[in-house]
Antibody
Framework: QLQLQESGPRLVKPSETLSLTCTVSGGSITSPNFYWGWIRQPPGKGLEWIGSTYYSGRTDYNPSLKSRVTISVDTSKKQFSLRLTSVTAADTAVYYC????????????WGQGTLVSVSS | EIVLTQSPGTLSLSPGERATLSCRASQSVSSRYVAWYQQKPGQAPRLLIYGASSRATGIPDRFSGSGSGTDFSLTITRLEPEDFAVYYCQQYGSLPWTFGQGTKVEIK
């Protein structure tokens, strides 16, 4: 059974960089059929797709965050990572990693999510 | 960007009743590329429907999706106690992939 697990600091100071890693187990991160994405959810609010990466390193980003986001993949560790720079309180959210198909971008496996708070 | 508007915001129903949730897109969603998710408090979303009407693996047949163009819906024929949750639609017809704001189905 495929499992995804987010890890990283739970508290980040304003103007600093948020960094999270998602570890994939029970399946291959190099499957040609799937992409690996990040989605966030501010407390009490809806879902926002941040971006996705392919095992080759190809990425797609949400234009609303593109200037601040980098998503990378490390196939040897079966991990992919999110970096979000210049964070503000508006970036406080539960961050999920998830898998989607290469052609059909619906998210079929999700991590449990991790709450990252931006505060001094 | 395609904006998805879900209605109603909250649906108050009793177990056994039928629930119909709406998702309207600001522009046509190509190839019926709409998915639906269920989210319970403290949990990650769970995929219910993809391709507007295909049930994901393990999803009971009381859940069904329909629609095309700009209007999509999710129907739960007979609400079970475990179905009370928040439901989100998502479009993947064009970048960026976007979600609706959610419909909460609560016990009346």
């Amino acid at each position: 059974q495929l499992q995804l697990q987010e890890s990283g600091p739970r508290l980040v100071k304003p103007s600093e960089t948020l960094s999270l890693t998602c570890t994939v187990s029970g399946g291959s991160i190099t499957s040609p059929n799937f992409y690996w994405g990040w989605i966030r959810q501010p407390p009490g609010k809806g879902l926002e797709w941040i971006g996705s990466t392919y095992y080759s390193g190809r990425t797609d980003y949400n234009p609303s965050l593109k200037s601040r986001v980098t998503i990378s993949v490390d196939t040897s560790k079966k991990q992919f990572s999110l970096r979000l720079t210049s964070v503000t309180a508006a970036d406080t959210a539960v961050y999920y990693c998830a898998r989607h198909r290469a052609r059909d971008i619906y998210f079929d496996y999700w991590g449990q999510g991790t709450l990252v708070s931006v505060s001094s | 960007e395609i904006v998805l508007t879900q209605s109603p915001g909250t649906l108050s129903l009793s177990p056994g009743e039928r629930a119909t949730l709406s998702c309207r897109a600001s522009q046509s969603v190509s190839s019926r590329y709409v998915a639906w998710y269920q989210q319970k408090p403290g949990q990650a979303p769970r995929l219910l429907i993809y391709g507007a009407s295909s049930r994901a693996t393990g999803i009971p047949d009381r859940f069904s999706g329909s629609g095309s163009g700009t209007d999509f819906s999710l129907t739960i024929t007979r609400l079970e106690p475990e179905d009370f949750a928040v439901y989100y639609c998502q479009q993947y017809g064009s970048l960026p992939w976007t979600f609706g704001q959610g419909t909460k189905v609560e016990i009346k």
